[in-house]
């Protein structure tokens, strides 16, 4: 757990937010001021809406991704 909480994903680059290596971790939620009710991701400690990790994930355009949802009551 300590690991966990000592890996950060996101790093504060010239445009912003953006995606540190190739792996992301954090907790998926729902924005209650979306009109649309759009998911919310928390990554590091974070509130990064759907649209912010779309343009992060720009940067790998082009490339494969793997997303597995856990349940948070698992250890991992």
């Known amino acids: ?5 000592a890996t950060t994903y ?7 937010l953006a995606i540190s290596g190739t792996t992301v971790r954090g907790q998926l939620t729902c924005d209650p ?9 928390v990554i590091d400690g974070r509130e990064v809406s759907w649209e912010q990790f779309g343009r992060m994930l720009m940067t790998f355009e082009g490339w ?3 997303l ?3 349940d948070p009551s698992e250890e991992v």
Not at 10 to 16: A, F, K, Y
């Open 1 to 5: 757990m300590r690991h966990d909480l």
């Open 10 to 16: 996101l790093v504060e680059g010239d445009l912003g």
């Open 33 to 41: 001021e979306s009109a649309d009710y759009m998911p919310l991701l």
């Open 64 to 66: 494969r991704i793997h």
């Open 68 to 70: 597995e949802i856990q």
